[in-house]
Every structure is written in structure tokens, then in C-alpha cells.
């Protein structure tokens, strides 16, 4: 990680570290960068993202590129329109994160922005020289949209009559999913659809499944599907007011496109968050598995570099690279309708025979993150690993976009999720202090 790129782009505080003077460095950075010819601009609903957009957009203008402006789309939005079109993208959101925060994610003809180039950026906000040229041509464009639009026309989507509920967590895809769940289904029901630039994420959203739970119960409907607030992420439940997360879809979804022999090379990608209870279902259906480490570009890289068909977190990011190449929550849950209409079936009929297990995630936090440098944290952690066993998680990293140390631990032993997890937490503390 960069002075200013994170591991998921640029992030911070809008109107303090995120300022307009930073994102018109930023845009002349872009520039200086990649030397692009134009240049498309996305955002969410957050009241600092006008902001942001059209400051980049004028250091991108000021040195005689052309911009697209998009409006509010979702991030998938963006990096599909970034790809089919060979431009650089550039959406402004903080994801799932509250309003006050804000972000600019760089895409590279449809990818994320490497680390040299980001590095390069980086050198230009510190040190470059702000030059004007001739203005360039500024667009307020709904190309985006209309290509999009085409990824779902492919799918020769049918009606559902299934009673629909999603949440849209007064983000980037409230326009786009309302659009689009009227083609399939003209009742449903959206919540989570009335920004006002303060609510995005807030008490909403896939990180919020309770607003989408008092839906589905208040209706009675049979499904219900949550998006973040840039929209690559789902959660979906049904109307026993279960929740699916990421690792649940990814399984569903596998399982249909391996009977339809459209899983290529018969393996999905998950990342070592995953749920041993998963991993065992999946070998139980003769489907393989590869694990990476947590975030969406080790899926990514897994995913191209082998030619795999699904992949994802159990956050709720999944790639259906057979349909888009990036993540996109709208479009996993309209195939997950899709599915479910085809075959005539539930959420729990399509993940019959899966045995979750007692899952224990502890966030440490105020504590220096070298602790995980020591060696007798490394061998702590090896020796709560082997008294796991197999068929178990652990994990523990250091959080990428706060100030914190996540332990992860699964078995089928509650009793020893319980006993190890509170002994490594306790021990990763004693050593913090002595740092």
C-alpha cells in the first residue's frame, strides 16, 4: 500500500483528507499516468462525491482530456464501461463504508489500477507541477448505462412469480436495480432507494440484513437480496428470514452451473475466510476449490490466470466471469432468480446437505499490528493451527482499511472455536503491549 492508495483505492474522510485539491491532483496524476485520450467518471450517492467527480474531473479537463460524466451508476458500471471502451474509469465511493468517508477507485481499461501506477499517482500528488492546457470536452453521458443495460438482454431473463424484496442501501445502484428487477418482476419491492447524500449504508445494505429481514417478514415475500453501497457486494434471504452469505451463493451457483457444464475446469475460487462447512460441501458434489488470501484482487487474479468460471468472498463480492469480469451484486442476484425459476426451486433446497460451522470472528483492536511479526505470535498461531485439525480455519491478518487485527477460527468443535479463539485473542494482546 501506497501514501494515499489503499488496498481498494483511495479512502479517507471527505472534506479533510479527500478535498477537492487532492482529487484535481489526482485527475492530473491520471494523466500524467496513463495518457489517456478520455476518461469516464462514476459516483455514489454520498453527498461529498459530486465533489470529488468533478474535481477530478477538471485536472483531467485542464490538461485536454475528455471526460464522460456517468452520474450515479455502480462501480460495475464503471469498470464494465472502462473495459469494453479500452478507457480508463473512475468511481467515487467508499463502498460499504459510512457517508462521511469517501473514495476513488481507478480502473485500467476495466481493471484496477496496478501498484506502480498507482505509485506514479502517488509521486505526481506530492510533487507533480499543475499545468494547463486547452480544455477538454466534458460529457454527461448515459452510454454507461445503455451498455450495461446489454449484459442482462443476453441473458434472456423470463418473469418471475416469486415475491421479491431488495435493498439497495441508498447507494450506487438504486436507479439501475429498480430497472432492472422490472423486467423480471414489476411488484417488487425496493427498500433502501431515497438518498439523501447521509444515509448510504446507514442501517441498510448487505452490512445491515435487519432493514431486508423486516421486509421479507412484513410481506411475507419468498426472497430477499441486499446490495453495498457501491453495489458489488450481495447478501440475499428467504423467508424463514435465513441469510446466504457470498460462500452460500458462490455454492448455490456452482452447483447449477457444474449440472449445466458450465463450471470450467470444475473449480471455484474462495478465499482461507471461507467456511470449512463449505469447503466439505463442495468436495461432497465432486467440485474443487482454491483458496487466496482475503480481497477481491487475489480472487480476481485467481480467477483470470486460470480461466475459472466463479469466485469470491463471503462478503458477498462474486465474479461470474462467464457473464462480467468484475464483481457485481445486481447481476449475481438477478442469475440467482434466474436459477431458481429455471429450476423451480428455494435457497434452502439448493444449499440442502451444507453443514455450516461455528464460526468465530474477534476485531482487536488499539493494538500495533507488528505483533504479527514476532515469532512467538507465529508460533502461537501454528500451535492453535495443529490443535484445530483439519477441516478447520484460522485466521488471523491485520485489517487493510483500519486500525485493527482480525482472528478468525472455524470448526465443527464449537466448544473449541470458543476455548482457542479467546487464547490466541488474549495472547496476541499480552504480546501487543510489550511493543
Known amino acids: 500500500m501506497g501514501k494515499y492508495f489503499g488496498t481498494d483505492g483511495i479512502r479517507g474522510v471527505s472534506f479533510e483528507k479527500l478535498n477537492s485539491e487532492l482529487a484535481f491532483r489526482v485527475g492530473q496524476g491520471i ?74 477507485k481507478v480502473f485500467n481499461k476495466g481493471y484496477k489500477s496496478n501498484d506502480p501506477d498507482e505509485l506514479q499517482i502517488e509521486e505526481f500528488i506530492d510533487h507533480g507541477e499543475i499545468t494547463y492546457k486547452e480544455f477538454g470536452k466534458l460529457t454527461l453521458s448515459n452510454d454507461i448505462h445503455d451498455e450495461y443495460i446489454k449484459i442482462y438482454e443476453n441473458m434472456n431473463l423470463k418473469p418471475t412469480s416469486k415475491k421479491i424484496g431488495f435493498d439497495s442501501a441508498n447507494g450506487a445502484n438504486y436507479i439501475i436495480s429498480r430497472e432492472i428487477f422490472n423486467h423480471i418482476n414489476p411488484n417488487s419491492i425496493q427498500i433502501g432507494n431515497l438518498p439523501n447524500g447521509k444515509n448510504i449504508n446507514l442501517n441498510c445494505g448487505s452490512t445491515h440484513m435487519e432493514s431486508l429481514l423486516a421486509l421479507i417478514k412484513k410481506e411475507k415475500l419468498d426472497i430477499g437480496l441486499s446490495f453495498d453501497g457501491d453495489g458489488d457486494r450481495i447478501m440475499v434471504a428467504d423467508h424463514n428470514q435465513t441469510i446466504y452469505d457470498g460462500d452460500l451463493i458462490i455454492y448455490m ?87 431458481l425459476e429455471e429450476l423451480n426451486t428455494s435457497l434452502q433446497d439448493l444449499v440442502k446437505g451444507v453443514e455450516l460451522y461455528p464460526f468465530k470472528l474477534t476485531n482487536i483492536k488499539g493494538i500495533n499490528k507488528k505483533v504479527l511479526e514476532l515469532d512467538s505470535v507465529k508460533l502461537k498461531i501454528k500451535s492453535i493451527q495443529e490443535r484445530l485439525g483439519n477441516h478447520s480455519l484460522l485466521l488471523v491478518r491485520a485489517s487493510g482499511t483500519e486500525a485493527l487485527i482480525r482472528v478468525t477460527i472455524s470448526s465443527k468443535d464449537e466448544s473449541l472455536v470458543e476455548t482457542l479463539s479467546e487464547e490466541l485473542v488474549s495472547y496476541i494482546q499480552m504480546e501487543g503491549k510489550k511493543i
Not at 460441501?281 to 487474479?301: E, M, R
Not at 486460470?306 to 458477498?316: A, F, Q, R, V
Open 31 to 104: 494523466v500524467h499516468t496513463f495518457k489517456p485520450n478520455q476518461v469516464v467518471i462514476g459516483m455514489d450517492t454520498r453527498e461529498s462525491s459530486p465533489m470529488l467527480a468533478y474535481s477530478i474531473a477538471n485536472g483531467i479537463l485542464s490538461l485536454g482530456v475528455d471526460v464522460l460524466m456517468a452520474g450515479v451508476v455502480s462501480t460495475p458500471m464503471v469498470s464494465h464501461y472502462s473495459k469494453i471502451k479500452n478507457i480508463i474509469g473512475v468511481m467515487i465511493t467508499a463502498s460499504h463504508n459510512p457517508f462521511m468517508d469517501n473514495g476513488i
Open 253 to 339: 451457483i456452482a452447483t447449477y452451473l457444474k449440472k449445466k457444464n458450465l463450471l470450467n475446469k470444475n473449480t471455484v475460487v474462495l478465499t482461507k475466510m471461507s467456511n470449512p462447512g463449505i469447503l466439505k460441501a463442495l468436495s461432497d458434489q465432486d467440485i474443487s476449490y482454491t483458496l487466496t488470501d482475503v480481497g477481491d484482487k487475489y480472487v480476481f487474479h485467481e480467477l483470470y490466470t486460470n480461466d475459472y468460471t466463479i469466485g469470491g468472498e463471503s462478503s458477498g463480492h462474486v465474479i461470474l466471469t462467464h457473464l462480467l469480469h468484475t464483481g457485481d451484486g445486481l447481476l449475481v442476484g438477478i442469475y440467482l432468480l434466474k436459477i
